[in-house]
Nanobody, 126 residues
Framework: QLQLVESGGGLVQPGGSLRLSCAAS????????IGWFRQAPGKEREGVSC????????YFADSVKGRFTISRDNAKNTVYLQMNSLKPEDTAVYYC???????????????????WGQGTQVTVSS
């Protein structure tokens, strides 16, 4: 069974950090672009950050540039989203997704993917 499983979400104070992990099972992520998306209550899903299969291209939404980084460890079949300087407006359910044969811009801007995880809640609050 092909699965993406997110972990690492939780409650953090403003200015704090979290690292989200996205682990794949049933398939290898080597040939897939991976993206992190989020959806807050009452809002549309948005692409936060995407990374190409080759690790050579990344995309970040303007709202997270300079605060979030994305990385992948193909040996562990896992992708990470390091989130620093978190703000209350970062509160959302975060999803990881995988798509083959895509650019990071297309994947993140159009929120399209072949596989989606179930999501992990991130809450930034004092």
């Amino acid at each position: 069974q092909l699965q993406l499983v997110e972990s690492g979400g939780g409650l953090v104070q403003p200015g704090g950090s979290l690292r989200l992990s996205c682990a794949a099972s049933g398939f290898t992520l080597d040939y897939y672009a991976i993206g992190w998306f989020r959806q807050a209550p009452g809002k549309e899903r948005e692409g936060v950050s995407c990374i190409s299969s080759s690790d050579s291209s990344t995309y970040f939404a303007d709202s997270v540039k300079g605060r979030f980084t994305i990385s992948r460890d193909n040996a562990k079949n896992t992708v990470y989203l390091q989130m620093n300087s978190l703000k209350p407006e970062d509160t959302a359910v975060y999803y990881c997704a995988a798509r083959i044969y895509t650019t990071v811009q297309t994947m993140c801007l159009l929120s399209i993917a072949d596989y989606w995880g179930q999501g992990t809640q991130v809450t930034v609050s004092s």
